[in-house]
């Protein structure tokens, strides 16, 4: 799978910008400020709608434009693919597929894979929960796109059962501040059958779909660290082994896995690796979620909030017997956010046909030893696509065409 051509309409700083691609390595080179990672960016978002550099649409846009629109042709098993992305911020973005219009964005999901390796990527190592939970899910949507819906259709009922949450939450602390105690007390009660019965419908709905996501999960961790370990062997073979294990909210721990300091000690003391979480009392996952929602719903109807879930796991990485948060240097977290990428790609690669390779501004932040064997791990990829910002930031193993960025320009050197 390669790039064959890439068009930006109001993209970022372009408000016009068409670029031929060709396989094997072509560098984007310019000082920073110029735009060349808003080339590569681009590929990421048509790969998995999204931006690896901020979290909504509106800063996709070029200043004074109202949509931005993203063009690539793909080429794989001599087949070409003409994916265009109309991205509307406040409105529902728009797809074509070789000109056709879509139903929904996300059917093209999948048409274009990619793999992005940035500078954002050390927060895989040492940032909150929230980064390897997308890193997870960004890879699933990757290898099967359906997952995208199941995504969705989690994030809409969380949101709507947060909504719910929140109102009970709301309504126990005005009772019990307010003068009228008693009458409000009285309103309470009668309208908390209400509440329940909605939640009740709300449990269902969740523990079906987080059931789904988190089953995909652990099955995605089991592939993913032999290989995980094997690239993070090969990018720092004097340091401890690699290792990936699985904490989630169906242990004991109230709110494990979750991005605040108080969940992050709770998932300390409770956490469940894949297999316990496979086998847990010859339960399946969805009826363990439901279980573990009952056993916290006091804890929710006072917070308001959803304690137990996909959303509040985390993936743990570890090196030899410690955590890699906390006790990995710089290097190995650097080490550990790149094993997990080239993971990531050998993982497609194995699914049938190489994905894109991007590496953005990331040989600049890596020492020479780590630079050469990153290097060395890549060039044989049918295309990578990388941004420096200047020539010798990229390395001689990967030499091939060079695109000149600049003031919103993009030009070949011959």
């Known amino acids: 799978m390669h790039v064959a051509h890439l068009s930006l309409t109001d993209f970022r700083s ?16 310019g000082p920073n400020g110029q ?13 998995t709608h999204s931006s690896h550099r901020v979290a909504s649409d509106a800063p996709l846009v070029r200043q004074g434009a109202t949509r931005a629109i993203v063009r690539c042709a ?66 699933l949507v990757a290898r099967t796109p359906r997952f995208a819906g199941v995504r969705a259709d989690y994030d809409r009922v ?13 309504a126990r602390r005005g009772a019990r501040s307010s003068r009228r105690a008693e009458r409000d007390s009285g309103f309470a009660a009668a309208g908390a059958g209400d509440v329940l019965s909605t939640l ?30 094997g690239s993070y062997a090969a990018l720092a073979p004097t340091s401890a082994a690699a290792t990936l294990a699985y904490r989630s909210t169906l242990s004991t721990g ?9 969940d992050e000690a709770a998932g300390e003391r409770g956490s469940f690796d894949t297999q316990t979480l496979s086998t847990d009392l010859g339960k399946t996952l969805e009826e363990r979620l439901r279980e573990r929602l009952l056993e916290v719903r006091q804890a929710e109807l006072e917070r308001g909030v959803t304690l137990v879930g996909p959303h509040r796991d985390d993936l743990i990485l570890g090196l030899g017997d410690l955590p890699a948060r906390g006790y990995a240097s710089h290097g190995e977290s650097w080490s550990f956010a790149l094993a997990l990428r080239l993971a990531a790609y050998d993982l497609l690669r194995a699914d049938g046909g190489d994905p894109v390779l991007i590496l953005d501004d990331v040989f600049a932040e ?11 791990i890549v060039a044989p990829a049918e295309q990578v696509l990388i941004t420096a910002a200047v020539p010798d930031d990229v390395p001689g193993e990967l030499a091939g065409a060079r695109f000149d960025v600049a003031e919103g320009s993009a030009t070949r050197v011959r």
Do not use: C
């Open 254 to 262: 109230e709110g494990a896995g979750g991005d605040g300091p108080e």
């Open 74 to 139: 793909v080429d794989r098993d001599d087949r070409r693919a003409l994916i265009e992305l109309e991205i509307n911020p406040g409105r529902a973005n728009r797809a074509r597929l070789n000109r056709s219009p879509m139903s929904r964005p996300r059917d093209v999901i999948g048409l274009l894979r990619t793999v992005l390796f940035a500078p954002e990527d050390l927060s895989l190592a040492k940032g909150d929960p929230s980064e390897r939970r997308r890193f997870l899910d960004d890879l």
């Open 200 to 229: 009740e419908v709300w449990d269902a709905h969740l523990a079906r779909h987080g059931a789904e996501l988190l089953r995909a999960r652990l099955e995605l961790i089991e592939a993913l660290r032999p290989l995980v370990a």
């Open 35 to 47: 735009g060349k990672t808003n080339l590569v960016e681009a590929l990421g978002y048509v790969a």
């Open 366 to 376: 890596l020492d020479s030893q780590r630079r050469r064997r990153l290097a060395e």
């Open 158 to 170: 969380l949101k709507q059962r947060g909504a719910l949450l929140r109102t009970a939450a709301q």
């Open 14 to 29: 372009y408000a016009s910008v068409e670029l031929g691609l060709e396989p094997g390595v072509t560098a984007f080179v």
